[in-house]
């Protein structure tokens, strides 16, 4: 029998709360679930509220009864907000979550790079926003429990998974015994451990590193600004990486290589971590400087991915469908595009809107993400960890020129977490004007956010179906166009047409934006009344057109319908 442990976790600056687990015995007469989610950490969560958001409604099954122990994901990026903009919980992460842009790495006492990530009027986020993990996942919960198409059940645990055509059983243990759930769908969200991933015997593929990583979250008041701080072979760990980043609540994240013979239980031990903080307190001026230890942990760096995301009825995402490094703050932040565009593509599937082949593409587009991710991250773990002697030499020489040669800085910049450009996806629309725009997102880019005015944003107003932006100064939107747009919403498509440009209200249009300066045109890269864009419901751009007509907008709609 299932027994989750009932004891708050411990924390200097977090209260766990444990939430009553859900019983059986309490809900009788179970019928056919729509989707069945597996693990309600942020990427069960999100794909949970988002398919709320497209009126599918879930069960979101938690072995646990409360959130993650230790912070766990704490940087968390612009995109990882817009798409948490989506499913509401952006306000509090603001309010909470401490925002930064820039960075520094040291070699020899010198500072060698500095970080600067772009930002600007038109970005209501930051490019990076620091918050730990259990925040995150408290806030998701809170929204989950009060969304009346989400049913969380904490303290039960998936033991077991049977497909049959257009079904899954799951067994599921809780504290008072096994009970069996069916459901057309099943999205195993359960973390880097995936139970359901080796009861399908599915290998991931990609590389492990040898260099394994402690964290360790200590409490201390350091007068230093949010920036992140990478510190290359220092003299306490010689030949090393350290990365130092501040958290809410007097909390810093210290983040070190283990020498190559220590063993994980070395590392941790008391007087090991104590040592090795104390160096690098030393190291950057704060010796004698109080702290207290919140929490810590080893990791390795890994790069793997499965091949394929959706076996039959089941869908992989998360870290149960990818491992990845947490250098450039990759795995919570790549889940959280998974889970949309998982939620999404589900969405329509179950929707009706699109056959049952359309999962496809969810795997297609989402295991591409991770394959890049893993080239590239595969880089900077090569860099923080070098695998082997000649890499290790390579790396040596950048750290050296890079003392008196300022070209070879920019090596230190491994890159960060950013969304996946679907160039190649099926959706886009072969028949637009994608090719000759001079500016604006292309085909497959996540949309460009514009600032319409104080605190109000074009992104604020756009997601959760498909999105025209059609650009006119016309008092209605052409007859045949709206015609088109009717028929779709016949079949069921959400669509949300935003007329740009106009200084009345548009009729046909659901808003209208003046854009009395032009910006937004600018930023789109539209220089002539009649052009627009089409957004599909992850927002990422799937056509674009200097000149629409109902033909064009047909077409690429076409993509969406059975
Ligand atoms: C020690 C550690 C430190 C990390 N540090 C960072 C970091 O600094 N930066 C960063 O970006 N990322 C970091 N990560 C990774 C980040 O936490 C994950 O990428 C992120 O949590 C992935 O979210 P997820 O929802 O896919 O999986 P998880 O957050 O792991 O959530 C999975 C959930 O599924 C539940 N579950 C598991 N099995 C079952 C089952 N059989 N039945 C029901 N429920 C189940 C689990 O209890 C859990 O709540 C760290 C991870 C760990 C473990």
């Excluded at 693990?39 to 072995?63: D, F, K, M, N, W």
């Excluded at 991915?305 to 149960?320: E, M, N």
């Excluded at 939107?477 to 498509?493: C, D, M, N, Y």
């Amino acid at each position: 029998m299932h027994q989750p442990s009932v004891e708050p976790r411990r924390s200097i600056y977090y209260d766990y709360q444990v939430h009553a687990p859900w019983l059986a015995s309490a809900h009788p007469g179970e019928a056919t679930k729509k989707v069945v989610i597996v693990g309600a950490g942020p990427v069960g969560l999100t794909i949970a509220l988002e398919l709320a958001r497209h009126g599918v409604s879930s069960v979101l099954l938690e072995s646990e009864q409360q959130v993650s122990e230790g912070s766990r994901a704490i940087v968390f990026t612009r995109r990882s907000m817009e798409i948490l903009q989506q499913v509401g919980v952006d306000q509090r992460i603001t309010a909470n979550g401490l925002p930064w842009r820039f960075g520094n790495s040291f070699y020899r006492g010198q500072r060698v790079f500095r970080l600067e990530a772009p930002h600007s009027d038109d970005d209501r986020f930051f490019p990076m926003i620091n918050l730990q993990q259990q925040y995150l996942e408290q806030y998701l919960v809170e929204a989950a429990s009060a969304e009346p198409l989400i049913d969380v059940r904490w303290g039960n645990r998936v033991t077991a998974v049977r497909q049959q055509p257009g079904r899954v059983h799951a067994e599921v243990d809780t504290p008072e015994g096994p009970y069996t759930i069916e459901t057309e769908w099943l999205v195993s969200a359960e973390g880097a451990r995936s139970g359901i991933r080796s009861m399908l015997d599915l290998k991931l593929e990609g590389a492990s590193y040898e260099g394994r990583f402690v964290i360790a979250d200590i409490k201390i008041d350091l007068p230093l600004p949010t920036e992140r701080l990478a510190f290359f072979d220092p003299d306490w760990n010689p030949g090393n990486t350290v990365l130092m980043h501040r958290e809410p609540h007097g909390i810093w994240r210290v983040d070190y290589q283990l020498p190559a013979n220590e063993t994980p239980e070395q590392a941790l031990l008391p007087e090991a971590l104590a040592s090795r903080i104390n160096a690098l307190l030393a190291q950057i001026g704060f010796a004698n400087t109080p702290w207290e230890m919140d929490w810590n942990s080893v990791y390795s760096a890994r790069t793997l991915t499965l091949p394929d995301y959706v076996h039959q009825r089941i869908v992989f995402a998360g870290d149960a469908a990818h491992l990845l490094p947490i250098f450039g703050v990759r795995g919570a932040n790549t889940g959280f595009q998974d889970a949309q565009s998982a939620a999404w593509h589900l969405a329509w599937v179950i929707n009706g809107f699109v056959p049952e082949s359309f999962m496809a593409n969810y795997s297609r587009e989402r295991v591409g993400a991770a394959r890049e991710i893993i080239e590239e991250s595969g880089k900077s773990t090569r860099f923080m960890t070098p695998p082997t002697r000649g890499f290790r030499l390579l790396r040596d020489a950048v750290l050296s020129l890079s003392l008196s040669t300022a070209f070879v800085r920019p090596l230190y910049h491994w890159r960060t977490s950013r969304p996946h450009e679907y160039s190649d996806s099926m959706l886009n629309s072969l028949g637009d004007d994608n090719a000759i725009f001079k500016a604006g997102p292309a085909h497959g880019a996540p949309p460009q956010n514009v600032c319409l005015g104080p605190d109000d944003y074009l992104l604020d107003h756009l997601g959760g179906g498909l999105d025209l932006l059609y650009f006119t100064q016309e008092k209605s939107l052409p007859a045949s166009l709206s015609e088109v747009i009717a028929q779709a919403r016949t079949r069921g498509l959400v669509i949300r047409v935003t007329a740009i440009g106009a200084a009345q209200v548009v009729q046909g249009a659901d808003q209208t934006f003046a854009d009395t300066t032009g910006h937004l045109r600018e930023q789109y890269g539209v220089k002539t009344q009649g052009g627009g864009y089409l957004l599909r419901p992850d927002q990422h751009i799937c056509a674009r057109w200097v000149t629409l007509d109902a033909v064009r907008l047909q077409a690429a709609l076409k993509k969406f319908l059975n």
